[in-house]
């Protein structure tokens, strides 16, 4: 499913959850989707905006400050990010057996194995991310409900590493004497890597053919059913796009 709402990061994270509980009520497939957001920070479930975020900047540069449902650390967006997000049965073939840490090395064998198919040498590093030598190009995050795993994570192409620097440090961890626990790891793009930019179009493609054959599937192109577009509406209006949500402590 190529389904994005760039301006609009919370729409595209209640799209997600949409899809989660489409698949609960066995209305939607197991889904693999790609997306974008247009200069968002998304924090993780369970993490303190004011501790990861720099709110100033992020309000002086119209940034978006959004909570997933998943959990991990808070990422920076923007239109340099590819995002993707697999909404699948915990007891589908790829997964069944396995425990959380093996399943993120299978879930993210689908960017591994794209970018192998552009030439670069990439592997997975537990928990959730992969790197290429030394520097991390994806990472990934999960939340499991009524026996679904909702799998979603970002490739850096040609994000502006600056502003994701200025955004994720937060000023009120500098004066706990601490880091943002989201800049933990040295990064790198796509672009730096293969020394040239790269179509967003050509790139989803080079990803769909790197996820089904990483997971020995075909995939065939979808847009939202109706019952998706309808949670996904509802999810937005009472959830993702509530400050009660988004910046809950």
Not at 72 to 95: E, M, Q
Not at 111 to 121: A, G, K, M, T, Y
């Amino acid at each position: 499913m190529d389904f994005e709402v760039p301006e609009d990061p919370a729409m595209n994270l209640a799209i997600d959850e949409a899809i989660l509980l489409a698949m609960s009520r066995e209305a939607a497939p197991p889904t693999v989707r790609f997306w974008r957001n247009a200069n968002a920070v998304v924090v993780g479930y369970s993490q303190s905006v004011e501790a990861e975020v720099n709110l100033e900047l992020c309000e002086r540069e119209n940034i978006q400050v959004v909570r997933r449902l998943s959990g991990g650390g808070a990422v920076y967006h923007d239109l340099g990010n590819i995002n993707y997000t697999i909404v699948i049965d915990a007891n589908h073939r790829l997964l069944r057996g396995l425990d959380i840490g093996k399943s993120y090395q299978v879930l993210c064998s689908g960017i591994v194995e794209s970018l192998r198919d552009l030439d670069i040498e990439a592997v997975f590093r537990p928990l959730s991310d992969v790197f290429v030598a030394d520097k991390k190009i994806s990472g990934s995050a999960q939340s499991r409900k009524k026996g679904l795993v909702l799998h979603h994570g970002t490739l850096l192409v040609e994000s502006n590493l600056d502003m994701l620097m200025r955004a994720l440090d937060a000023p009120r961890a500098k004066t706990q004497g601490k880091s943002s626990t989201s800049l933990k790891k040295p990064v790198t793009r796509l672009r730096d890597e293969l020394r040239l930019e790269v179509n967003t179009a050509t790139l989803k493609s080079i990803l769909a053919e790197g996820f089904a054959k990483a997971f020995s599937v075909t995939l065939s192109y979808g847009g939202l059913s109706s019952l998706e577009e309808e949670t996904a509406q509802n999810l937005y209006r009472d959830k993702y796009s509530r400050e009660e949500w988004n910046f809950w402590r």
